[in-house]
């Protein structure tokens, strides 16, 4: 098999890798069971050196990384740009708070002590997607090292420059060779790699299919695992909500990642019906000033989807669903011959069993769906096989969290727009998937959690 990096604007072929072969993946696995036996025995301080010498590496070359991720997969610079700042604030984040993360809980008994330990667990397994291919590598990664493990990367196969450039920059900051590795492989040789004895634990973020298959293998070789899945996220839009910040944090919700290409994007616009007229035209308004275009240029808001599929994926919910009744707003067709863009697209009078309702949208679409008040919105908001995420405008702040705690998501943004923040546990239910990411949870998730008693 061979692994192309490709421009999603021109079709241009950057470079080209051969998949490993059998014996450079075993070496490849020995190497990280090696040089974890080694790397566990390190303080927390010496970690936390290299670490923040990765965050000031990242900041160094953003513009060229920015630009990296333009070409394989179609972000904008300043989308780019903005995911490298935040994956060198992953870095120190878990530099600066993972001894007090890690600390070990005292905990009173008849015993003479009894505490319980973290301790890392070895070689962790990521299968990570191309849509934030630097931040949800090192969001995985920075807690992963900080506590002890070390990491092999499956990257997806249309960004492999990206993932070379991530085991460099580990590298470059002088983390010993075998503490990051990428694995050049495709989607049929990860599950040997799961199965492999030397592989501790499991963490993808990717698809519902594709979790599906890495569970069943984690499951199978009785092994941890975290995964973040799809999303299809409702952002309720109540009677009383503040309309101007609403309209605007729903373009940036749904337009999140360059084209929506992102699983928090918020993807089902829940609104109440005495203000559904406005917040529509609103929200046309919005998408009818973005500029579509090549992602490197600086004044262009909208690029490309990452592939022809992608596009023609969305195009085809969309048809699918204005056949069955819905309107179509704005948008709604392929831009140009050359080049995978989408116009941004509004659609209302979509009801629940239309595809751009039922299904997730990953794209610049936002589905319009009228309620008639707040317990209707939650009863169509959890009318979903997905759980990742939640937006609730309204200026009454306590309804707004009652109606919090009835939404299944892993999280609820108030008056805001969702989105992932270091401090914060980041992790879905139902089809979203399970574990949690970033804050004191999210390094919790590798360790052995190690009870130890000293009774005399």
């Known amino acids: 098999m061979v692994i192309i990096s490709k421009s999603p604007v021109t079709c241009e072929v950057f470079?080209?890798?051969?998949?490993?072969?059998?014996?450079?993946?075993e070496k490849k696995l020995a190497l990280a069971r090696s040089v974890f036996l080694s790397w566990r025995q390190t303080s927390l301080e010496e970690r936390a050196v290299l670490m923040r010498k990765v965050a000031i590496k990242l900041r160094e070359q953003k513009n060229d990384l920015a630009i990296l991720m333009a070409q394989e997969m179609g972000k904008i610079i300043k989308a780019g740009q903005a995911e490298i700042e935040k994956c060198a604030s992953v870095c120190d984040y878990y530099a600066d708070n993972a001894a007090k993360f890690l600390a070990s809980d005292i905990i009173a008994t008849e015993a003479k002590e009894s505490f319980v330990r973290f301790d890392p667990l070895g070689p962790v397994l990521a299968v990570m997607p191309w849509n934030f291919p630097f931040w949800q590598v090192l969001r995985f990664a920075a807690p992963a090292l900080m506590a002890g493990n070390v990491g092999l990367l499956k990257h997806a196969s249309n960004v492999p420059r990206c993932a070379l450039a991530i085991e460099k920059i580990f590298i470059d900051c002088g983390f010993p060779v075998g503490i990051f590795q990428t694995l050049l492989i495709g989607s049929g040789a990860v599950e040997k790699v799961v199965l492999d004895d030397r592989i501790a634990a499991v963490t993808l973020t990717g698809s519902e299919f594709a979790g599906s298959q890495v569970a069943a293998a984690a499951g199978k070789a009785l092994k941890k695992c975290v995964l973040e899945l799809g999303g299809s996220d409702p952002f309720i839009v109540l009677a009383d909500a503040d309309l101007v910040g609403a309209v605007k944090a729903a373009a940036t919700a749904r337009m999140q990642n360059?084209?929506?290409?992102?699983?928090?994007?918020?993807?089902?616009?829940?609104?109440?019906?005495?203000?559904?007229?406005?917040?529509?035209?609103?929200?046309v308004k919005e998408f009818s000033a973005l500029k579509v275009g090549d992602p490197i240029l600086p004044d262009v808001n909208v690029g490309p989807l990452v592939n022809e599929t992608a596009l023609k994926e969305i195009d085809n919910q969309v048809q699918k669903t204005l056949a069955m009744g819905a309107k179509l707003e704005f948008g709604g067709s392929r831009v140009g011959e050359v080049g995978n863009f989408y116009l941004p697209t509004v659609v209302s009078g979509v009801t629940q069993e239309m595809p751009l309702f039922s299904e997730e949208v990953f794209g610049p679409v936002a589905p319009i769906m009228v309620v008639k008040n707040s317990d209707e919105a939650i009863a169509v908001a959890n009318n979903s096989a997905y759980g990742l995420g939640a937006t609730i405008w309204t200026m009454d702040l306590d309804k707004a969290k009652r109606m919090a705690s009835q939404i299944d998501s892993g999280s609820v943004y108030i008056n805001g727009a969702m989105k992932s923040d270091v401090r914060l546990p980041f992790g879905g239910i139902k089809k979203s998937g399970f574990g949690r990411e970033l804050g004191s949870y999210g390094i919790r998730e590798f360790v052995n959690v190690k009870t130890v008693v000293v009774e005399k």
């Open 15 to 25: 470079a080209q890798f051969s998949e490993l072969s059998g014996d450079e993946i």
């Open 258 to 283: 360059n084209v929506g290409q992102s699983c928090i994007a918020s993807k089902r616009f829940i609104v109440e019906e005495s203000v559904a007229a406005e917040f529509t035209a609103g929200l």
